[in-house]
C-alpha cells in the first residue's frame, strides 16, 4: 500500500473583504498494488473526511505552522482524504490585520468552508494569475489526483469552463481543529446550522476561556453562548438517536448507532454511502497548568456546559433516564486533562495527538 500526497500552496479570497488568505491544502489518497483488496486502500486513508487546522493568536506568533497543529497533522491528517491549514488574517502571509473581535477571522473561516461545501477552491486571482491557475490544475492530475481537479466535464453541474478552480473531493464528514484562539474562532462556526453537509465536529485545543475578554472584547459572551448552545443542540441530537427517534435503518436491515466512543456520522453501507444524518462532537484538550486558564476555572466551565447540555436533554427527551442523557451528553462533549502541561505544550504535542486520534475515528 502506497499513501501519495499532493500539496497545494495557495491564496484564496475572503469573502469579507477579498483579502488573500494563505492556506496549505494536502490531497491524501493511498494506492493500491496489484492484488491488493479496495478495502484496505479505503481503511488506509479516509478520502470522505477532511481535517481544517485553525492556529493560535496571530499578534503573538500564532499561524498554521505552530507545532502542534503539525504534530497533530502529522498523525491524524495523513489518514483523511483532505486536509487543510488556513493561515487567519494576519498571520503568515495572509493579508489584513488581526481584528478585535474575531468576527473578521470567523468569515475567513467560512470563506474556505464555503468552497469545501461547494467543491471548488477558488484561488486568489490577484496571487495566482490565470496561466499559475492552468498550471497547479495541470500538476494534479498530472498526479493521479484527477478527480479532484477541474471538472470540466461539467458532469457535476458545476460551469464547464471553470478551468481556474481545483476542484476538491467530497467532504462527508469534517473536523475543525483549532488551537487557543483558532479554538475560540472555530467554536463560533456552528456545523449543523451553517455547513450541514460537512458534518463538522470540534476539537478545542487549548480554548483561551480565561482571556476571551481580551481576544473578543465585549463578545465574550457572544462566544461562550454560541459554543454552549452548540453543545446542547449537539447533545439533545444524541439523545433522539439514543430514544431511537433519528434511527435510520441500512439497506441490509441492521441498525447505525454510535457506542458512544467518539463521533459519528453513520457507519457506511456496503455501498459505500453514509446515513445523512450526523450528531455533531466536542472535545476540548487541555492542560492542568495552561497560563491562560487554570485548572479549577476549566473544570468549572466543562460542568457548566454539561449542565446545560444535561437540562436541553431533559426538557426534548424527557422520556430518558438518567443513564441515557448522561450518555448522550457524553457523547456530545469529551474532555481529556493533560497533567502539568501549559498552554505551549512545549513537548507535549504528542498527548494531544494521541487524544484527538483516539476521539476522532
Known amino acids: ?10 491564496f484564496i479570497e475572503s469573502r469579507l473583504d477579498g483579502r488573500a488568505l494563505e492556506a496549505v491544502v494536502r490531497f491524501t489518497k493511498a494506492r493500491r498494488h496489484d492484488g491488493e483488496p479496495t478495502a484496505a486502500a479505503e481503511d488506509a486513508v479516509d478520502a470522505s473526511r477532511a481535517v481544517v487546522f485553525l492556529h493560535a493568536y ?4 500564532g499561524n498554521m505552522r505552530n507545532k502542534v497543529l503539525e504534530e497533530i497533522d502529522r498523525q491524524v491528517g495523513r489518514r483523511v482524504g483532505l486536509t487543510i491549514g488556513l493561515n487567519m488574517r494576519g498571520a503568515g502571509r495572509s493579508e489584513g490585520r488581526t481584528s ?17 461545501q461547494a467543491r471548488r477552491l477558488h484561488l ?11 498550471a497547479l490544475v495541470q500538476q494534479l492530475h498530472a498526479r493521479g489526483f484527477a478527480e479532484m481537479a477541474d471538472g470540466s466535464d461539467g458532469s457535476d453541474g458545476s460551469d464547464s469552463d471553470d478551468v481556474d478552480c481545483v476542484r476538491l473531493p467530497r467532504v462527508e464528514h469534517t473536523l475543525l481543529c483549532g488551537y487557543s484562539y483558532g479554538a475560540m474562532i472555530s467554536g463560533a462556526i456552528v456545523g449543523p446550522d451553517e455547513y450541514p453537509q460537512l458534518a463538522i465536529d470540534h476539537a ?6 480565561g482571556v476571551v475578554w481580551a481576544l473578543a472584547l465585549h463578545r465574550r459572551a457572544w462566544y461562550l453562548q454560541r459554543l454552549s448552545d452548540a453543545v446542547a443542540a449537539a447533545a439533545v441530537s444524541h ?11 441500512t439497506s441490509d436491515g441492521s441498525t447505525n448507532i454510535s457506542d458512544g466512543s467518539g463521533p459519528t456520522t453513520g457507519s457506511k453501507h456496503s455501498s459505500g454511502s453514509t446515513r445523512s444524518t450526523h450528531q455533531s462532537c466536542t472535545l476540548f484538550v487541555a492542560g492542568t497548568c495552561d497560563s491562560y486558564t487554570a485548572a479549577a476555572t476549566y473544570t468549572r466551565w466543562w460542568d457548566q456546559l454539561q449542565t446545560r447540555a444535561l437540562q436541553a436533554v431533559a426538557t426534548a427527551h424527557p422520556q430518558l433516564g438518567a443513564a441515557d442523557a448522561a450518555q448522550a451528553v457524553a457523547r456530545a462533549l469529551a474532555v481529556v486533562r493533560v497533567a502539568n ?9 504528542a498527548e494531544v495527538v494521541d487524544a484527538i486520534d483516539a476521539w476522532w475515528r
Open 239 to 249: 439523545a433522539a438517536a439514543i430514544a431511537g427517534d433519528s434511527i435510520e435503518d
Open 124 to 134: 486568489h486571482a490577484a496571487r495566482h494569475p490565470a496561466p499559475d491557475r492552468r
Open 1 to 10: 500500500m502506497l499513501i501519495d500526497s499532493y500539496e497545494l500552496a495557495c
Open 100 to 116: 478585535w473581535t474575531g468576527q473578521a477571522e470567523q468569515e475567513d473561516v467560512r470563506s474556505l468552508l464555503d468552497m469545501l
Open 341 to 349: 502541561a501549559d498552554h505551549g505544550w512545549v513537548r507535549r504535542e
Open 204 to 209: 478545542h485545543i487549548s480554548y483561551p476561556y
Open 58 to 61: 496571530a499578534p503573538l506568533g
